[in-house]
Structure formats: structure tokens, C-alpha cells
């Protein structure tokens, strides 16, 4: 018989105090924070839905690897434990290990980017833009139309539209495009996952036009396990296979391993290019460190070896992607608007929907933020105009999408905390016709959404 209920594929093993708070201790948070969540202590957070990067439990067997870290500088046999388990799932000729996801990025465009080229990508994520774009290369999103619809069902929304990126590389050949990036799960449009035949297709476009083809890997296990559900002819297969094909399609890819390979920091950027290789280690030397740890010590290298392991597996995946989808439908059950369907590591509020009375420049989504946090302490994130809005130029342009990210960190909240959230929600929903929008007060011109503080309209 099989039973409903989906429970954590764990027992607790070590616990963490949650401090209570009240409204008002909040609201004085709030304002010692300019109403930027980012500057909160996270002491007066409850529940942290700010993301799912780095914030995740280890398991014990990811401690247990720790203890075996060796902290040689060179050569280590946790680099080569790293490395192994790496190359198991991406089998590319050179991986370079990276503090973090970030790192990767800012060796791979310093190398590539510049003046005058173009990125595309189904959706940059906001430090793959800012990287890209620090080079002075503009960064381009070619995600198909039904991932910029918040209700579309299609199963697939972080596929890349074929056409639009087919007249992109038309009109630019190699010399303009170094790179094509896709994003796994393509976190900025909603988690949404990629089909192993769009990954086909962009293949063979590159391949017509001779460019390299990139995955921003992040969210694999993932995408992986989405593929497995929902591709035809790809439900008996073993989510490791599924990585493994989506690995061989691309020429490289740059991870942040604080994500779906469950560790707390690392990331790395893998490649099969020899020359582009030996141009990355010059400036992985530069600034993050010797080739065989790159920004990280011996002990996170082997956890996440071990992490790795435990990322592709079927009863953590199935629990991972269920409980976010649990998150989703109650609050859809309950009337709010989200973004459909559920994605892989957060659920998305459409904040444009949820708050029509406020305009996109008076920032929905940084106005539902501050109220979920204000009313039950959940910290959460927007992905909308304040993330999106700010023109190279400094000019100010509404984001397609006005969003509230709620991400799940990988095995560190229970049911019950989520049903908690799902309660805070509701009750926010209850008067979002109370809610106002909030103006800017200052703000630096990188990475805004960061650093701004707000003041109610
Ligand atoms: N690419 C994607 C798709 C990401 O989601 C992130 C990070 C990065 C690259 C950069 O990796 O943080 O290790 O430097 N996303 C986090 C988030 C911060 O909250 O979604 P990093």
C-alpha cells in the first residue's frame, strides 16, 4: 500500500534554536534595516526563505567526510575525492574548483566576455548578468514566452526559445556570442526545469554556429528528477543517467555547489576546452587559489564529494520536489496567486497579481516581502523590478515578472514549518488590499537589490 504522505527522508540528528519575535520587535527589525531583508540579522528571522544557497543541512555522512579533509595545499586526497565525484556525474576534461557559483562566473567572463559580445542564456541569474555585464558584454534572456506567463502548466518553462536564440547566433556568429548558457532549473523564471530535448536542440544550434554551449548547473538533481517525471521515454531511467546526459550535451558549465550538491559554500566551473582551461586557472590562481582547491578548504571538498552522492538520490528527490510542491498548492488551494507550476527549490508568489493596486516601480514584490516578515518573521525574497529594474543606462524599466520567492533550504524545515508559512501567507493575502508600495531612498548603482533601503509610498 502505498500512504500519501510524504514524510522527510531523515530523522533529526542535531537541532538548531529558532528565536521567537514579535510584531513589534519586527517592525523595529524592519526599520534598522532600511525594509531591506538582506540587512537583517538573521537572529530575528524565524523561518529563512531568503534562498536555498548554502543554507541547507548536511548530512551526518557529509560531517563524517569532513573529518577526512586534508589540508594539503597541493594535490590533496580530498581534492582528488572532489574531483572524482565531480567527473562521475559531469564528465568534463577540467574542472576548476571555486569558492562559489559566482567565482566560476567572474574567471569564465573575464576570459570570454567584453566589449561588444553577447550572452544568451534562457534567464541570467542576477550575479551571471552582473558578471557578464561587468565585462561590458551584454547579457541576453531567451526563455520561451510560456515561462514569462506565471499560469502557464507548461512543463518545461525554462527552455530556451530555439528560434529566438537560432536569429540571435544568425545575426552574431562566434566572434559576437563566445558562449550560450542555459540555466538548471532556470531559478530567476520560477525554478522551472529544462527538457533534455530543448538541451538537444540548443546543442545543435550551437553546433550549426560553432559556438560553445554552457550550463549554469546549479539546480541539476533537480531538473534531472522534473526530466524523470515529466519527458516522455525518461521515467525508468536513473536520475544519475539523466545528469550525465544533460552533462554530455554541453561544452562546460559553471556550478554554485552551495545549491543541489548540499554543501554550505563551493562551487566550481568545468570545461573541456584545453586552452580556455589553462586561461581559467591563471585567474583561478589570481584570486581564488591553487588549482586543486580552488577558494575552499580540503574539508568542504569532501563534503561535497559526499553531497554529490546524495543529490541524485530517488527517495531525496522525490521528497525534495514533493514538499516544495506541497508549499505551492496550499497556497494556490488558499487563492494566492503563484507561479505554475510549483518549481524545484522555491515557490514563487506573483506579487504583480496579488497586489494590483501597486505599480511595478513601487515595487509589489519588496512590499509583500516586508509584510510576510512583519507578520510571522519569514524572510523571502523579490525577484522583480527591484532585482530587474535598473537599466545599465540608470534608467528604471518594470521586470517581466513581479515576484516573492519563498526558496526552500535542502532538508532543514519540517512539515510543520511549512504549514506555518502556509498560514502567514494567508493571512497577508487576507489584506493585501492594506498593503502600499514602497520608494527607493538610496541605493548604489551594482547589485541594488542588496543594498537599497525603502520607505512606504
Ligand atoms: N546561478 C544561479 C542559477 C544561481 O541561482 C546562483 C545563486 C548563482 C548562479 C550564483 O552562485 O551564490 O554560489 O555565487 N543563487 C542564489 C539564490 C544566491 O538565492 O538563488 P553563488
Known amino acids: ?26 517592525r523595529e527589525a524592519l526599520k534598522a534595516a532600511g525594509n531591506n531583508l538582506f540587512s537583517l540579522r538573521a537572529v530575528d528571522v524565524l523561518i529563512d526563505l531568503l534562498t536555498d544557497s548554502g543554507t541547507g543541512a548536511m548530512s551526518r555522512d557529509q560531517w563524517a567526510a569532513m573529518q577526512q579533509g586534508d589540508e594539503s595545499y597541493a594535490g590533496s586526497p580530498s581534492w582528488f575525492r572532489f574531483l572524482e565525484s565531480v567527473q562521475d556525474l559531469f564528465p568534463f576534461e577540467h574542472v576548476i574548483p571555486t569558492h562559489q557559483g559566482r567565482a566560476a562566473e567572474r574567471i569564465l567572463f573575464t576570459a570570454i566576455g567584453g566589449e561588444g559580445k553577447i550572452v544568451p542564456n534562457n534567464t541570467h541569474f542576477d550575479t551571471t548578468r552582473a558578471n557578464v555585464e561587468y565585462t561590458r558584454a551584454s547579457a541576453v534572456d531567451l526563455v520561451i514566452a510560456e515561462g514569462r506567463d506565471s499560469q502557464s502548466m507548461h512543463p518545461f518553462k525554462g527552455n ?8 540571435l547566433l544568425t545575426e552574431h556568429g562566434p566572434e559576437v556570442v563566445p558562449v550560450v548558457f542555459v540555466t538548471i532549473t532556470n531559478n530567476s523564471g520560477g525554478g522551472q526545469p529544462v527538457s533534455l530535448e530543448n538541451l538537444r536542440g540548443v546543442r545543435a544550434i550551437c553546433d550549426r554556429h560553432g559556438i560553445p554551449f554552457f550550463l549554469d548547473a546549479c539546480r541539476f538533481a533537480e531538473n534531472a528528477w522534473f526530466i524523470k517525471q515529466r519527458e516522455p521515454g525518461q521515467s525508468d531511467r536513473d536520475v544519475r543517467d539523466i545528469v550525465r546526459e544533460m552533462a554530455s550535451l554541453a561544452d562546460g558549465m559553471t556550478m554554485s555547489a552551495k545549491k543541489d550538491p548540499l554543501g554550505n559554500i563551493g562551487g566550481w566551473l568545468a570545461l573541456n576546452d584545453d586552452a580556455l582551461a589553462e586561461q581559467c586557472r591563471n585567474l583561478l590562481i589570481l584570486t581564488e587559489g591553487f588549482p586543486t582547491y580552488g577558494g575552499l578548504a580540503g574539508r568542504d571538498l569532501d563534503a561535497l564529494a559526499q553531497g554529490l552522492r546524495e543529490a541524485v538520490q530517488h527517495d531525496y528527490l522525490s521528497y525534495r520536489i514533493r514538499s516544495t510542491a506541497y508549499l505551492g498548492e496550499a497556497l494556490a488551494n488558499a487563492g494566492i496567486p503563484v507561479v505554475q507550476p510549483t518549481g524545484g527549490h522555491a515557490v514563487y508568489i506573483d506579487a504583480a497579481a496579488l497586489l494590483p493596486h501597486i505599480s511595478p516601480l513601487e515595487y509589489p514584490g519588496q512590499a509583500l516581502a516586508i509584510a510576510l516578515y512583519e507578520a510571522g518573521g519569514i524572510r523571502s525574497v523579490e525577484i522583480g523590478s527591484v532585482m530587474f529594474g535598473l537599466q545599465p543606462d540608470g534608467t ?3 521586470a517581466a515578472l513581479e515576484l516573492v520567492r519563498l526558496a526552500i533550504p535542502r532538508r532543514t524545515y519540517t512539515q ?12 497577508v493575502a487576507q489584506r493585501a488590499d492594506e498593503l502600499s508600495g514602497y520608494r527607493i531612498t538610496s541605493t548604489k548603482r551594482q547589485m541594488r537589490h542588496f543594498t537599497a533601503t525603502f520607505e512606504p509610498v
Open 160 to 167: 530556451m526559445d530555439l528560434e529566438a536564440l537560432d536569429a
Open 396 to 398: 528604471e524599466v518594470p
Open 416 to 427: 510543520s514549518h511549512i504549514d506555518y508559512v502556509i498560514e502567514v501567507c494567508e493571512s
Open 1 to 26: 500500500m502505498e500512504f500519501k504522505t510524504i514524510i522527510e527522508p531523515f530523522r533529526i540528528h542535531s537541532v538548531e534554536p529558532l528565536v521567537m519575535t514579535t510584531p513589534e520587535q519586527r
